[in-house]
């Protein structure tokens, strides 16, 4: 089985779900666990897709197998929520003032309201919260990027992933397919046996980069 970047995600009827976006790897088993799919005629959000339903996947089409697949059914790949800053449990202080809620709300034309002047002399500024993501994947899998960089033991940038092979049985990344270079590629097939940790962004091999470039 291959996954590529941009390959249609369809149903077993043919309708359009989306595209591949990424893969999700166990590092230390090397088993494929999940797909990620970019929003699509059928999923308005990139959904978290269990590699059990996928039926058939060729380089450029991954048909997912009978069956209701109602999108809600998909975890979303990625939650985002907002938490406070400092959870205190009492309103925050500034001067002799009190901010309420209340004060967050009102719209102004222009921009962050809290870039206003008018309520910057009152004592109001942005609200202490922060923007958390957290994505639906499996504890201690890796939702692997298309063109992760993929370095040599040495640490040497020796590619980029184009293409993931996968043993259909098993659910096993069986080998990677990495290029390098702009205008004239060279492709490298590179046995999982020779992936030695694996990030989101980046790939490292137990081989040396001499090795590599020895291959066909």
């Given at each position: 089985m291959q996954f590529k970047e941009n390959a249609e995600v369809l149903t077993s009827r043919g309708d359009k779900v989306g595209q591949i976006d990424r893969v999700v790897i166990d590092p230390g088993s090397k088993e494929l666990t999940h797909l990620i799919v970019k929003k699509g005629l059928l999923f308005t959000e990139d959904k978290v897709?269990?590699?059990?339903l996928v039926e058939t996947a060729t380089e450029d089409r991954i048909v997912l197998k009978e069956g209701p697949q109602d999108p809600d059914d998909f975890p979303d790949f990625e939650k985002a929520h907002f938490i406070p800053v400092e959870e205190t449990g009492t309103p925050e202080k500034r001067g002799s003032k009190i901010l309420t809620p209340l004060a967050w709300y009102y719209p102004l034309p222009g921009g962050a309201w809290w870039r206003h002047r008018s309520l910057a002399n009152r004592g109001i500024s942005k609200p202490p919260y922060v923007r958390k993501t957290e994505v639906?994947?499996?504890?201690?899998?890796?939702?692997?990027?298309e063109g992760a960089k993929v370095v040599s033991k040495e640490g040497e940038h020796v590619g980029n992933i184009e293409q993931v092979y996968a043993d259909e049985e098993e659910q096993r990344v069986t080998h990677l397919l990495i290029s390098k270079g702009l205008i004239s590629k060279s492709r490298k097939l590179i046995p999982s046996m020779w992936v030695d940790s694996v990030r989101e962004d980046e790939v490292r091999l137990s081989i040396g980069e001499r090795f590599v470039e020895k291959l066909p």
């Open positions: 897709v269990p590699f059990d639906n994947i499996p504890e201690g899998t890796v939702a692997l990027e």
